[in-house]
């Protein structure tokens, strides 16, 4: 029993953690030294033996933000504030006609004036302070919010940006750069750090005033009050001067005078400086509701910036803005070589064109209809894309506005051709395929009928649609071609109806119209031009099917240096949006419009005094509002548009009495200054003749021909057939004989003849004549053309 009860005794200790001897605790030896940092943790039990205390954690952070605390001390003591660098005295931008070598003009020489602080009204210092930085006058110069939400965007993979304080962006714009990286904010954080040490505020501010970008290229409070209110900066109102402190803001795009879509969002931002001055307590509640945003002064154009130099300025900055090459603060501090695509003598020829043919003819002074003329003029290279001629205006100080980029000039019956082109490459409703041979009824204020067999309504009155031809003509049974040659509204609308309207949308757009255009609706209304492209719009669609159905973006710029270093430009790749057939018959049929004989009445015939193949449409709008010719060779590509505005409402006139006109169409004054603008332009560029449709080219795209106004030898002479009331009495083979076309219609007096047959291999040949006219009529149509796309003309009746 005694030994039982030892050994429980004995047993009792060693679960105690006693010896093996039965010795208590104390009596086991010293306890285990704990360390600092021990895992798993001594005498603890279950998870806790392997977290660290609390009393760890705090120390490991004390150590972190020591550590920190370090660096930074160290990063301040080695950072220096430097010397004012080169960003505080502005370069000049020089722009280079497309030789690099004959100069434009140049832009950016710097528009600054330093005020001083007691020059700077307290209203305006406060406003600027409540848009930018609340806490100006009592930070340290950094701001540790916006610090963590740049560091926030940094860590998204953003760019460093945001969270700078007035004394960072003072330090920025004098001492630093504008590129937003980690290393510049690291720089910037300790320079200002030390700036707001060693400078006064007021310093600061006055600093940073004279020397932030406030857009229309005004450095400097001064400037800018000068650029936007016609005034010293000591004379700004309130409102005024809230205005220019939200320009800070974003100095691009805040401008309401040319950006006017931005005028909501620029009156929050004023509305928010205002209200912060109101909260801060430096403007009464009371005054701030009596204040209405102060609309600014339209931009003062630079006197070096007159003629034509402005308007090519102006939109190469554009294009370099818009494709994100240079920002615009940057473009403004200057120092950039820009060589553009322009060309001198084809700008000169433009100018000379529009001087010539219309300017000097025009008697203001005498005839009311003479006044507030508008020209735009653009010229593309097909295939490229290479703007190399941009007429916007008389003079860019007198007129800044550029009228080849507006869009608000409907383009009228220049838009047909993008009906042709959607017919030839989609096809009617039935999935019957149109060719330019193809009939349709031609008389005015037919009906039109949709393609799910009802007849197309006017919206507004919900009736039938009747759009009448130009003279309210009735053409009767005509083809597509001879349609296209008297521009015949009715066939055309029909046309579009068949085709479907979103077709021809598409293919407008394909061609390089951009989608966004107003009365853009795809119904058969189209046809007639109700949309507003740009002139420089125009050219680069036609330019495409010049190109053989190749479209290319237009672009304005060539090369770009900058202190000696190449900058990046975009890259661009024409693509085939067209089928080469389907371009070639557009080309075939739009040739017809210059250049019909025997009968020589294609609205656009005044552009055969170019003496080249050229192709190309007349527009003639409603009211007279507008006048296009739109032309092209294989090798360039030009767009003229006409119109008047008032220049205080910008409402259209329109241009009947012109020049002492009855009313001005798109084959007289447009086509001739566009005849007289490619004559001069075309000067030693190849003679080239379009492809014809079909034709497979192995070494090149173009067939060049010899420089002769007479058509080349491998097609049909243009002399018409012989007059006769009657037909023959063996009437010509209209099955075999390749390219030959058939008799008029037999009973249509002044019938015309028909479509030429085309040769089985598509091979230009020598055909035969149109058959005469029917019974009573005229003389049938010319001879057929290659491949058979050259319609006969109508008899005389």
């Known amino acids: 029993m005694e030994a039982r009860a030892a050994a429980r005794t004995g047993g009792r200790r060693a679960a105690n953690g006693g010896a093996a001897g039965g010795r208590s605790r104390s009596e086991a030896g010293p306890p285990r030294r704990k360390r600092f940092i021990d895992y798993p943790r001594y005498g603890k039990t279950g998870i806790r033996r392997w977290l660290p205390s609390i009393k760890q954690i705090l120390a490991m952070i004390l150590f972190f933000f020591a550590s920190l605390m370090g660096l930074a001390a160290l990063a301040y003591a080695m950072v220096k504030v430097p010397d004012p660098n080169a960003n505080t005295t502005y370069q000049s931008n020089i722009y280079y006609y497309a030789d690099g070598v004959t100069e434009i003009g140049r832009t950016g020489q710097v528009n600054r004036q330093n005020v001083t602080v007691d020059q700077i009204p307290k209203h305006v210092q406060k406003a600027v302070i409540a848009a930018e930085n609340r806490s100006f006058y009592s930070d340290s110069g950094v701001s540790p919010k916006g610090l963590l939400r740049a560091g926030v965007t940094m860590v998204k ?28 904010k690291f720089s910037e954080i300790f320079i200002a750090l030390k700036v707001d040490r060693q400078m006064r505020k007021d ?43 939200t320009l800070l803001n974003a100095p691009g795009i805040y401008d309401v005078i040319e950006f006017p879509g931005q005028l909501d969002k620029v009156k929050g931002r004023w509305a928010y400086a205002l209200d912060g001055m109101v909260k801060e307590g430096w403007l009464t ?24 130099a402005g308007y090519l300025m102006k939109v190469t900055d554009q294009y370099l803005k818009a494709n994100n090459v240079i920002p615009e603060a940057n473009l403004a501090r200057g120092g950039y070589k820009i060589v553009t695509t322009f060309e001198k003598p084809k700008q000169d020829a433009a100018v000379a064109a529009v001087k010539d043919q219309l300017t000097s003819e025009l008697k ?14 653009a010229s593309v290279v097909p295939g490229d894309g290479a703007v190399v001629a941009l007429y916007g205006g008389p003079d860019f100080v007198q007129q800044e506005y550029n009228d080849a980029v507006r869009r608000d000039i409907q383009a009228g019956s220049t838009f047909k051709l993008f009906v042709l082109a959607a017919a030839l490459r989609n096809g009617g409703a039935d999935g019957k395929p149109i060719g330019p041979d193809s009939t349709y009824n031609g008389d005015s204020k037919i009906p039109i009928k949709l393609r799910n067999g009802q007849v197309f309504k006017d919206d507004k009155t919900n009736k039938e649609y009747l759009a009448p031809n130009e003279g309210d003509v009735n053409y009767g049974p005509i083809p597509i071609t001879r349609a296209m040659e008297k521009s015949v509204n ?42 507003p492209p740009s002139a420089l719009d125009m050219a680069e669609a036609y330019a495409t099917f010049a190109a053989r159905g190749l479209h290319a973006d237009p672009y304005f710029v060539k090369d770009v240096t900058h202190d000696g270093s190449k ?12 089928d080469k057939n389907v371009a070639d018959t557009v080309n075939q049929v739009m040739q017809r419009v210059v250049d019909n004989p025997p009968l020589n009445d294609g609205t656009g015939r005044a552009a055969k005094a170019l003496g080249r193949p050229v192709a190309g449409k007349t527009g003639t709008t409603d009211g007279n509002n507008s006048a296009w010719f739109v032309g092209y060779t294989p090798n360039l590509a030009t767009s003229v548009a006409l119109f008047r505005e008032d220049p205080n409402t910008h409402a259209r006139l329109s241009l009947k009495g012109l020049g002492g006109r009855d009313s001005v169409h798109g084959g007289d004054i447009p086509t001739l200054v566009w005849t007289a603008y490619m004559k001069g332009a075309m000067q030693g560029m190849p003679n080239a003749d379009f492809a014809v449709p079909g034709e497979k080219f192995e070494d090149r795209d173009r067939v060049t021909i010899p420089p002769t106004t007479a058509p080349p030898t491998t097609k049909a002479p243009s002399t018409p057939p012989p007059t006769t009331s009657a037909p023959p009495t063996t009437p010509p083979a209209t099955t075999t004989a390749p390219g030959g076309g058939s008799h008029g219609s037999s009973g249509d007096p002044g019938g015309g003849g028909n479509t030429g047959k085309p040769t089985n291999t598509g091979k ?11 019974p009573g009529g005229g003389p049938g149509g010319p001879r057929g053309g290659a491949n058979g796309f050259i319609i006969g003309g109508r008899g005389s009746g």
């Open 285 to 308: 509640k009371a005054e701030r509701e009596t204040l209405q945003f102060p609309m600014p002064i339209k931009p003062k154009p630079a006197a070096n910036k007159a003629g034509q």
């Open 490 to 531: 009715t066939v055309f609308l029909q046309l579009a109806a068949d085709v479907g309207p979103e077709n021809v949308k598409k293919a407008a757009i394909d061609a390089g119209l951009p989608p966004d255009l107003g009365s853009f609706e795809p119904t058969p209304t189209m046809a007639l031009g109700v949309a």
């Open 203 to 245: 310093d600061i501010l006055v600093g940073y005033l004279n020397t932030a970008f406030y857009g229309r290229n005004a450095y400097g409070i001064q400037a800018a009050a000068q650029a936007y209110y016609g005034k010293n900066v000591g004379d700004l109102n309130v409102a005024e001067g809230a205005y220019l402190a």
């Open 567 to 578: 900058v990046e430009l975009p890259k661009h790749e024409p693509k085939q949006l067209f």
């Open 157 to 184: 993979g953003g760019d460093t940006q945001g969270g700078s304080t007035i004394t960072q962006q003072y330090v920025k714009n004098t001492y630093l750069t504008q590129e937003r990286t980690f290393k510049r």
């Open 364 to 377: 203001p002074d005498k005839n009311e209809a003479d006044r507030y003329i508008r020209t735009g003029l």
């Open 764 to 774: 230009p040949t020598n055909t035969e004549p149109g058959g005469p006219g029917g």
